[in-house]
């Protein structure tokens, strides 16, 4: 059974560092990984899809990297800023077409 | 202009009612989707449908059902509801199915049940 594991569960850090969140999963034979974001009372966003046949996916401040092999994928943001904040939650999508979501990372910048 | 749309956002009720959640995507997306998201912000998926079949079923009691009337739609009727439905209920769509690869989720804003 596929577990999707997220940590750390919460993160507070300084406006314009550098951070990593981290994504494990348990069955590496997925189809595709996706990160998301999830403002308070708003629905998620998708930020990034990484396939299973790719190793990582960027848009603007944000990279994403994707190891099947191990289990896992990382979410780099950059240059971190107070818009930023919110929760960050991970998917991926199993063989058995059903899309198992992590429990999130609360992100929080401090200005 | 809305992609995802659910309503209501809010919907407060006493236990035993029915209710029902619609949803709905302007995408021409195939594939819907309901997710629960419970009180410890976990999202679970209860149910899928592409081309208005039926893919997943979770094991969700069966006082939940979805209907689809067609792709662009999938309701959620929800009969005798109990304290433990108290929760926030998402739709979502992508285009395609899990098989190409390729599918991202756009998601709906929420809808926040609330059995008293």
């Known amino acids: 059974k596929q577990e999707v594991t997220q940590i750390p569960a919460a993160l507070s850090v300084p406006e314009g560092e550098n951070l990593v969140l981290n994504c494990s999963f348990t069955d590496s034979a997925i189809y595709n990984l996706q990160w998301f974001r999830q403002d308070p009372g708003k629905g998620l966003t998708s930020l990034l899809l990484?396939?299973?046949?790719?190793r990582e996916q960027t848009s603007g401040r944000l990279n994403a990297s994707l190891d099947k092999s191990s289990g896992r994928s990382t979410l780099y943001i950059a240059a971190s800023q107070p818009g930023d904040s919110a929760t960050y939650l991970c998917?991926?999508?199993?063989?058995?077409?059903?899309?198992?979501f992590g429990k999130g990372t609360r992100l929080h910048i401090l200005p | 202009d809305t992609a995802v749309s659910q309503t209501p956002k809010y919907l407060v009720t006493q236990m035993g009612n029915d209710k029902s959640i619609k949803c709905e995507q302007n995408l021409g997306h195939d594939t819907m989707y309901w997710y629960k998201q419970d009180s410890k912000k976990f999202l679970k998926i209860m149910f899928s449908?592409?081309?208005?079949?039926?893919?997943i079923n979770e094991t969700v009691p069966n006082r939940f059902s979805p209907k689809s009337p067609d792709k662009a739609h999938l309701n959620l009727h929800i009969n005798s509801l109990e304290l433990g439905d108290s929760a926030v209920y998402f739709c979502?769509?992508?285009?395609?199915?899990?098989?190409?690869?390729?599918?991202?989720?756009?998601f709906g804003a929420g809808s926040r049940l609330t059995v008293l």
């Open positions: 990484i396939q299973s046949s790719q």
């Open positions: 979502a769509s992508s285009q395609g199915d899990s098989y190409s690869g390729a599918n991202v989720l756009t």
């Open positions: 449908y592409n081309n208005k079949e039926l893919i």
């Open positions: 998917a991926v999508t199993n063989r058995d077409d059903k899309i198992i």
